[in-house]
């Protein structure tokens, strides 16, 4: 059974930083690749970053790029979203997910095959 399981969510001041990991298991690591994507109050869903053996690690968002990293533990069983100088419109539930390949490089969609339960991030001016 695939899961994804999300922490490090919360609240933090506008130029704070955080850390989101994403504990990834049911997968063959070396087929599939894992990422953050995130949906603000009455917006769409954002494609944010997505980290995959094949391509490496790589971050979509404009608005994030400088700001937020992507990367994961050796087996890729822990992937992580470093957010740094955090600004209020990174608020949002964001959710890690897994697919065969980075949804947003390879089909030019933001949603996984398989999501985790989301993790607030709250950001404060």
């Known amino acids: 059974e695939v899961q994804l399981v999300e922490d490090g969510g919360g609240l933090v001041q506008a130029g704070g930083s955080l850390t989101l990991s994403c504990a990834a298991s049911?997968?063959?690591?070396?087929?599939?690749?894992i990422g953050w994507f995130r949906q603000a109050p009455g917006k769409g869903p954002e494609g944010v970053a997505c980290?995959?053996?094949?391509?490496?690690?790589?971050v979509f968002l404009d608005s994030a790029k400088g700001r937020f990293a992507i990367f994961s533990d050796n087996d890729m069983n822990t992937v992580y979203l470093q957010m740094n100088n955090l600004k209020p419109e990174d608020t949002a539930v964001y959710y890690c997910?897994?697919?065969?390949?980075?949804?947003?490089?390879?089909?030019?969609?933001?949603?996984?095959?398989?999501r985790g339960q989301g993790t607030q991030v709250t950001v404060s001016s």
């Open positions: 997910g897994g697919d065969h390949f980075c949804p947003v490089t390879r089909w030019g969609r933001v949603k996984y095959d398989y």
């Open positions: 049911g997968f063959t690591f070396d087929d599939y690749a």
């Open positions: 980290i995959s053996r094949e391509d490496g690690p790589a």
